[in-house]
Antibody, heavy 120, light 107 residues
């Protein structure tokens, strides 16, 4: 079935970096983009950025520019999100989501989420 | 950025009730409006896309309507598994933005 499976929970110290993976299966990876969305504890959903799995084009949220990098490996159908210079406010569940341009760019498939905890 | 405002922020209802959640965009977004359901500890699930199209596999008691700036999600007859938090999402322009969520609780 169509699914996105993410890497496991991470605990990082302030100033460190984290890289979360998102492995796609059940569909043609390069036919869809991947967005990353995060959710701080008890808070709402925040879009972090998008990457085209077709050509690697990216678009990042302005507040994360310079700290975030999204990439893909088409040989393994995997998307990655790296966030650097972590601070306590980055503690959140990070999710990848498939962007379906045929459905008004809705996020139709989501990964299970990866909890990233930033703590000294 | 386009601001999305949901109302109410929380709602208590009973099984069998008809429930409506509203989402308003700060500018016209045509029908680039999507609705998600999220249960605790789980990823969001797409319910409605393009304002009124039912995602495959979603029960027909869920429906969406609206265009422009004002949108609604309606659950025609609440079931026990529908108690969750609901989010609207505009995909009209970058950055895509979400409403703050509506928590639907059991009365």
């Amino acid at each position: 079935q169509v699914q996105l499976v993410q890497s496991g929970a991470e605990v990082k110290k302030p100033g460190a970096s984290v890289k979360v993976s998102c492995k796609a299966s059940g569909y043609t990876f390069t036919s869809y983009g991947i967005s990353w969305v995060r959710q701080a504890p008890g808070q709402g959903l925040e879009w972090m950025g998008w990457i085209s799995a077709y050509n690697g084009n990216t678009n990042y949220a302005q507040k994360l520019q310079g700290r975030v990098t999204m990439s893909t490996d088409t040989s393994t159908s995997t998307a990655y999100m790296e966030l650097r210079s972590l601070r306590s406010g980055d503690t959140a569940v990070y999710s990848c989501a498939r962007l379906n341009s045929g459905n008004r760019d809705a996020f139709d498939i989501w990964g299970q989420g990866t909890l990233v905890t930033v703590s000294s | 950025d386009i601001q999305m405002t949901q109302s109410p922020s929380s709602l208590s209802a009973s099984v069998g009730d008809r429930v409506t959640i509203t989402c308003r965009a700060s500018q016209i977004i045509s029908n680039y409006l999507n609705w998600y359901q999220q249960k605790p500890g789980k990823a969001p699930k797409l319910l409605i896309y393009a304002a009124s199209s039912l995602q495959s596999g979603v029960p027909s008691r869920f429906s969406g309507s609206g265009s422009g700036t004002d949108f609604t999600l309606t659950i025609s007859s609440l079931q026990p598994e529908d108690f969750a938090t609901y989010y609207c999402h505009q995909s009209y322009s970058t950055p895509p933005t979400f409403g703050q969520g509506t928590k639907l609780e059991i009365k």
